[in-house]
């Protein structure tokens, strides 16, 4: 308007705005033909722009209405959920940790302040609850009562250091996991009742170093823990009182026979572990067995073992 028609500025200001939002008024005065081709290209591009931004904010904030209501529907679902992990903060090792979980296919419900986190996390269909996971009442929310385990991957050790204070003060048997970048915190996580503390830096040294000196161990390992293109894995599997294994030698059970597994360690009732245990053992109730085998037929192993009376059925089966 300004340049073209020769308009003040004021005016020109004037001029356009009428025109975008269609009042209309009336048209600036001594209009030349070009002025007039000019004022044309403006209203047919100026709506096209000004409806394409009022569609792109309609849709940013009616969008993460819909996406923070769609979340909260699904994380009804927490209340119906039991024997699930609770994963604390979802950054970078939170959400890799969660991605692992998926992999797993574990339950979990993640807890995570951030609102932009917590949005992502609901895009990638994840069962977030945005809050503190200091505060009793998340936690609660969380299902810690009914939880498995919990997992502490703040960001803060502070907060880590309290959640986990908090957590066992909730639920005495839940197993807590916890990040620990330097030695006081994961004494001080231990002290309020953490299971285990895991060091990211001491973790990720330790593999460096295996890398280097055991490269074939450690792309094993890699293979096996990361990459699931071998479809094993390693896992525990609990000889019950009632399972039909119970004073069976490991010759006898037919772990390795039926589940193609080995036993690479017994962890007995009292806490004393056998390395690499020979076929003549015994197994003993409540007995954890720490096995290298298949996934799903460790899977498969681990619900057959609680069965009374399978000997004869389970012998016939097929791996």
Request: charged fraction near 25%.
């Amino acid at each position: 308007m300004h340049l073209i028609i020769g308009l003040p500025w004021i005016d020109s200001l004037y001029y356009t705005i009428t025109t975008l939002s269609t009042v209309g008024y009336e048209a600036p005065p001594e209009l030349t033909d070009a002025g007039k081709a000019f004022i044309i290209i403006l209203i047919i591009s100026g709506i096209g722009i000004a409806g394409y931004a009022i569609r792109s904010l309609g849709h940013l904030f009616m969008g993460e209405k819909l996406l923070i209501y769609l979340g909260k529907g699904r994380d009804r679902k927490v209340k119906d959920m039991k024997g699930h992990w609770i994963l604390c903060g979802l950054g970078t090792f939170g959400m890799e940790i969660a991605s692992l979980l998926i992999a797993e296919e574990a339950p979990f419900v993640s807890i995570e302040k951030d609102t932009d986190i917590v949005s992502e996390a609901r895009i990638k269909d994840m069962m977030v609850i945005q809050g503190d996971a200091k505060h009793d009442e998340i936690l609660i929310e969380a299902g810690i009562d009914r939880a498995k385990g919990i997992i502490i991957s703040m960001e803060d050790e502070a907060d880590a250091v309290y959640t986990t204070l908090t957590a066992r003060s909730l639920n005495s048997d839940i197993r807590i996991v916890s990040k620990a970048n330097n030695a006081q915190s994961e004494n001080l996580m231990y002290r309020g009742g953490a299971n285990k503390v895991i060091n990211p830096v001491i973790a990720g040294a330790s593999s460096i170093v295996r890398a280097s000196l055991e490269p074939t161990v450690a792309d094993f390992l890699e293979l096996v823990g990361i990459s699931k293109k071998l479809d094993l894995d390693f896992g525990t599997v609990t000889i019950l009182p009632q399972s039909y294994m119970v004073g069976q030698t490991l010759s006898e059970a037919p772990i390795r026979a039926i589940y193609e597994a080995t036993v690479i360690a017994i962890i007995r009732a009292d806490g004393k572990i056998i390395h690499n245990p020979d076929g003549g053992l015994r197994l003993e109730k409540n007995d954890q067995l720490i096995i290298f085998g298949q996934r799903r037929q460790i899977a498969k192993l681990r619900k057959d073992v609680s069965c009374i009376t399978c000997t004869d059925t389970i012998g016939t089966q097929a791996p």
